[in-house]
């Protein structure tokens, strides 16, 4: 088994954008490098001002190297890509996908590092770079240019496998974690109980379930909804204790609970239920409701 810890740069991070570097580390089982691969390459398009901030590799630094599909690394990644391998990249969707763009569909096995921490640390900051100082890997990069006779920068892709070489053998070593674990976890979904952006950022998940359904309805008919999210959505509603809370967001009894509603104006409610605007949860809510009487 050999163990791939890639990295990317690119053109940009939209639709047409393409790859205009591409490093990886080549471990064995043992996690000692046994290659390194690091090689800038020609896009097809220009790279983007604002990548350009990020990475600092210039238009003209590309002008006269290969396509990727003519490098070695881009060869040597192509026989390496077998079942029996394994893969190792933070925040794995947008190198893959970028590398797909370029023929390249992998079969290896996939360790994201960016999924795993989310996995062992939910409450945690899951950037490499933010990692790369709040662990204190930085540290150890010296000893392995100097190892190894290579020069990083801290935002291009060879400065960032480094990080993830560390990263990965840190979370390893820290939650004696072997490659099969972080493979499983890499596959498996993430649980939240909060919210970590949007309008509820860091209240409770099941907090918003009661107190604000309309707003679950309409997060999960989001077609581009994190995958992450919706799972733990739908598990806390699943195991959800206390009732949601259906009150009117408008009219005369704007804020008040439909159950209350019906004890003081059933007809209103049946208004409601006929001609006013509302999500499928309440008005199916409200449909019990009318059933009973």
Request: charged share 30%; hydrophobic share 40%; glycine share 4%.
């Amino acid at each position: 088994m050999k163990i791939i810890i890639l990295d990317t740069e690119t053109t940009g991070n939209k639709e047409e954008d393409r790859i205009c570097q591409l490093s990886y580390l080549v471990l064995n089982e043992n996690l000692e490098i046994e290659e390194i691969h690091n090689e800038l390459v020609k896009p097809p398009i220009p790279i983007s001002f604002e990548a350009m901030a990020v990475h600092h590799i210039t238009n003209e630094m590309v002008e006269d190297k290969p396509l990727l599909k003519h490098t070695k690394a881009y060869k040597r990644l192509k026989e390496l890509n077998t079942a029996e391998n394994v893969i190792v990249i933070h925040n794995a969707k947008f190198d893959l996908d970028m590398l797909k763009k370029e023929g390249f569909n992998s079969f290896f096995k996939l360790i994201d590092t960016f999924r795993v921490l989310k996995h062992l640390i939910p409450e945690g900051k899951f950037s490499l770079q933010y990692n790369r100082y709040a662990l204190g890997l930085y540290k150890k990069e010296p000893e392995i240019c100097e190892k190894y006779n290579i020069q990083i920068s801290a935002h291009d892709a060879l400065g960032d496998v480094i990080v993830l070489d560390l990263l990965f053998e840190y979370i390893i070593n820290t939650y004696e974690k072997t490659v099969e674990d972080l493979i499983d976890l890499t596959k498996k979904p993430v649980l939240y109980d909060k919210f970590y952006q949007g309008k509820y950022k860091f209240e409770n998940i099941k907090d918003i379930l009661i107190k604000d359904p309309d707003y679950i309805e309409y997060m999960l008919s989001l077609t581009d909804l994190d995958p992450d999210v919706k799972y733990s959505i739908e598990h806390h509603l699943e195991n959800l204790e206390e009732p949601m809370e259906f009150r009117f967001n408008v009219g005369k009894y704007k804020g008040m609970l439909i159950e209350d509603v019906a004890q003081i104006d059933i007809q209103y409610l049946s208004w409601a239920y006929h001609n006013m605007k509302m999500g499928k949860w309440m008005r199916k809510k409200i449909g019990e409701i009318l059933g009973k009487i």
